[in-house]
Structures are given as structure tokens and as C-alpha cells.
């Protein structure tokens, strides 16, 4: 299955007005998550009706509103109607192909990024869409699936941890994107860990099994980049943006965490390099075991070539030898053949040859 790119044929012809789910449906049941809260008071609500929403748009406190389920688009079109977000943007919110990239529209910032997640069937990353609209005194962030990437987001605004409710919708919208980017790490962590573990089985023992790994984690950090990639572009944008929307006091913050995706991509970099590294060390060990095989193989032959030479010239035609009128010499003949060739096919097969 693609992983980068999703099949676009229902959209074909389409108005970006008549919203389309392109993707798989990873949620059973739309919600809406609310949190509403200013530095003294928070105020939370569930609910799977746009219009409970409504009141929060001209809220003087930060209201934090989680869309679950992309694959509902009247649920999609009906936040959108309410906030005042731009069609092209609710278009790319159910589009979950989407390249991680920012836009600006009138008063409002319009992020899409991706979170990674492992799939512990397969072993293959996967990722799902993470829109986020910041308005004036709101963040609204549209989720493909239900995970708990989030909570200590939550946590932090529920016991008053740290400036989270004492700032606006913009140092909000960093924490979401800060999580992202540090999940972008642990993942980085643990591919990194497993692909320094190959070069001991390559340099050791070089087999199929080594080259899979190797292609494999080719194939993953292939995918990675595609990813983390586009998330550093869309930090540096916003790093240097010069509007309303993004404040000086959340602006560095930003600057921080550009600095930790650059260091994501350096560390994909040196993941590829390495990767590289081991293919070449696998194809000089396999080349070095046929070498030595060939050597032993061709001391075997310079053995018997000469042997056979002077066999094929006399050949077996001596006028006394006593096995020709032994009744069991043609058995004892074929017998001597097989022990020869089990005992040399047990000698390659314990020198790891077969």
C-alpha cells in the first residue's frame, strides 16, 4: 500500500466548496473536543455538534477545539462556516495526503503536519494528518484518529502548568507542534538504535536476513524524510512570519524548535549515510566469503586436475587389477562415489557455503 501519496480519484472534477474525504477512516465515531480557559478559569465540553462551538467565537479566553474523525465532512464544513475558514483550507483539512506545509488566510494560520506512529504488525511507520487553524483566540485542530500524543498538553492546561494558560492561541498552537516535533525524536531514537545494531551482523555474519534489515530500514528512513522534512520548512516559515497571529513572546520558542528539526534532518541524514555504509560492508563481506570458497575450490581442482589428466591418458584398462573380477566391486564403487560426495557436501555445509 502507498504510503505517500492517496488515491484522489472521488475529488477528480470536484469544487473546493464540495468537501471529500480522501484517505482511509481511522475513527468510528466524529467528536469534539473543547477546552476554554484563561489563566483563572477552564472550562471543558464533548460533543459531536458544530454548533456548540458557536459560542466560543467571540470568547475573550483561548478555547482549544479538537475535531476527531476527518472522514465526516459536514462536521468538517460545519467548524469551518462558524470560524470563517477558507474552502481551500477545509479542502486540504479532509484531503489526509496532504504535504506538511502553512498558509495564511486573512486573519488566520492554517498548519498541516504529520505524526508518526509505528505500526506493531508490519514494523512499518505510519502517519496520520494534523491540521491546526489559529485564529485570533482559538486553535482548532483536526485529528485523522484518537491518540494520546496529547494529554500532557492537557494535562498542563487542566493543573496550570507552566505559561500555557497565561498565553494566547499562538504559544498553544506551539505547544501542539512542539509534540509533534519531540515524537519525531523518540522515533528517530528508536530507528537509530536498531539500525547501529545491523553493523555488528554485517561485519560478523552477512546473510539474506541482514540485507532485508538494511533494505527495510532504507525504505523507513526514506519515508521519514519525506515527512520530517517538510515539518522543518513549515517551522522556519512560521519562525520568521511577521503578522498578528504569531506574537514576539512566542517567537522564540518557535526559533527553538527550528533548531530541533534541522537536528532531525541532520540525524535522517546520518541515517541514510550509515545505511549506505552498511550495504557497501555487507557486498565486500559476501564478496570476501566468495573469495574464500573460490580458493578452497580451486585447491580441490588443481588437486584432481592433474589426476584426472593421467587417469583420462592410462585410463582403468591395467591388465591385473583385483577389483575387476570382484563380484561387489560395482556396488563398493558407487558406495565409495556417495561417501565421497556426502562428505564434501557436509564439508561446505559446515563452512557455511550451502
Known amino acids: 500500500m502507498a504510503r505517500f501519496l492517496k488515491n484522489t480519484e472521488n475529488k477528480v472534477g470536484k469544487s473546493p466548496d464540495d468537501l471529500v474525504f480522501v484517505g482511509q477512516q481511522k475513527l468510528d465515531n466524529p467528536h469534539i473536543h473543547i477546552m476554554d480557559f484563561d489563566s483563572v478559569s477552564l472550562r ?21 477545539i479538537s475535531v476527531y474523525g476527518l472522514h465526516a465532512p459536514a462536521l468538517i464544513k460545519g467548524i469551518g462556516d462558524i470560524f470563517g475558514i477558507h474552502a481551500l483550507a477545509l479542502e486540504d483539512i479532509v484531503h489526509t495526503g496532504q504535504r506538511s506545509k502553512m498558509e495564511e488566510y486573512d486573519d ?6 504529520k505524526l508518526l506512529t509505528i ?33 500532557p498538553a492537557r494535562e498542563r492546561v487542566r493543573k496550570q502548568k507552566g505559561r500555557i494558560r497565561k498565553s ?21 531514537e528508536d530507528i537509530g538504535s536498531q539500525i547501529e545494531d545491523i553493523e555488528e551482523a554485517v561485519i560478523e555474519e552477512p546473510n539474506s536476513q541482514t540485507l532485508n534489515q538494511i533494505t527495510h530500514f532504507k525504505h523507513e528512513v526514506n519515508y521519514l524524510r519525506k515527512t520530517i522534512r517538510p515539518a522543518w520548512e513549515l517551522i522556519a ?19 527553538d524548535l527550528l533548531g530541533i528539526t534541522i537536528q532531525a534532518t541532520e540525524v535522517l541524514e546520518s541515517y541514510r549515510e550509515m545505511l549506505s555504509d552498511h550495504l557497501n560492508i ?16 580451486t585447491i580441490f581442482a588443481a588437486i584432481f586436475i592433474p ?40 564439508f561446505f555445509k559446515r563452512k557455511g557455503w550451502m
Open 237 to 255: 516559515q512560521v519562525s520568521k512570519l511577521d503578522n498578528d497571529i504569531i506574537s514576539e513572546q512566542s517567537q522564540p520558542f518557535w526559533k
Open 44 to 64: 471543558e465540553i464533548e460533543t459531536d455538534t458544530p454548533e456548540d462551538c458557536r459560542e466560543f467565537l467571540a470568547s475573550k479566553t483561548v478555547t482549544w
Open 307 to 346: 589426476l584426472t589428466f593421467i587417469a583420462g591418458i592410462y585410463g582403468t584398462n591395467f591388465e591385473y587389477m583385483p577389483e575387476l573380477h570382484w563380484r561387489y566391486s560395482y556396488f563398493v564403487f558407487w558406495g565409495v562415489m556417495i561417501v565421497v560426495a556426502g562428505l564434501m557436501l557436509r
Open 168 to 188: 494566547g492561541p499562538d504559544y498553544l498552537a506551539y505547544t501542539i507542534v512542539d509534540i509533534v516535533v519531540d515524537n519525531y525524536m523518540i522515533v528517530l
Open 119 to 151: 505500526d506493531p504488525d508490519s514494523e512499518y511507520f505510519r502517519s496520520s494528518q494534523l491540521s491546526i487553524v489559529i485564529g485570533e483566540n482559538f486553535v482548532i485542530s483536526f485529528h485523522e484518529e484518537k491518540i494520546d500524543l496529547f494529554s
Open 282 to 297: 555487507y557486498n565486500s563481506s559476501v564478496s570476501n566469503k566468495l573469495n574464500e570458497i573460490m580458493k578452497v575450490l
Open 108 to 113: 488566520k494560520l492554517f498548519l498541516i503536519l
